[in-house]
């Protein structure tokens, strides 16, 4: 089973694509497009892996901003990753337990073993490609 991570800056920080919706958007079309976006994926939706909440800071205005992040397991159905917005140096596709090791959030490590979890209970095996 492989996944694909988007990175940033070098040294490379490895994470998940994720992104804010757009005016009437629901959760499962900011996701799609999102990761259309980030990585140049094109992918359909196989199940809900849940939701993180974090806060986070923009230390020039001090504000601290509350984010929820519900995440999707996914398999490509077209695209190619040379596709990807420029928010990203780069995006890769991982073998799973890579991409576990690979993530720099802890909560996004929680994320990547909820979809683990969830394959195996839908395949059986854990075999496959997903996003």
């Not at 420029?86 to 995006?91: A, C, L, M, N």
């Not at 994320?111 to 839908?122: T, W, Y």
Request: a negative charge.
């Amino acid at each position: 089973m492989e996944t694909v991570l988007c990175g940033r800056s070098k040294p490379v920080r490895w994470s998940l694509a994720k992104g804010t919706p757009d005016p009437g958007e629901t959760l499962e079309e900011t996701a799609l497009r999102e990761v259309r976006e980030e990585t140049g994926l094109e992918v359909e939706i196989d199940g809900s892996l849940g939701s993180i909440d974090y806060w986070f800071a923009d230390r020039e205005r001090d504000v601290r901003f509350h984010k929820t992040v519900h995440f999707y397991l996914m398999v490509p159905v077209g695209g190619n990753t040379d596709q990807h917005d420029p928010e990203f140096d780069v995006v890769e596709w991982f073998k799973a337990e890579d991409a576990v090791k690979s993530l720099v959030y802890a909560n996004e490590v929680d994320v990547m073993q909820r979809a683990l979890a969830l394959i195996a209970e839908k395949d059986g095996a854990g075999s496959g490609e997903r996003v």
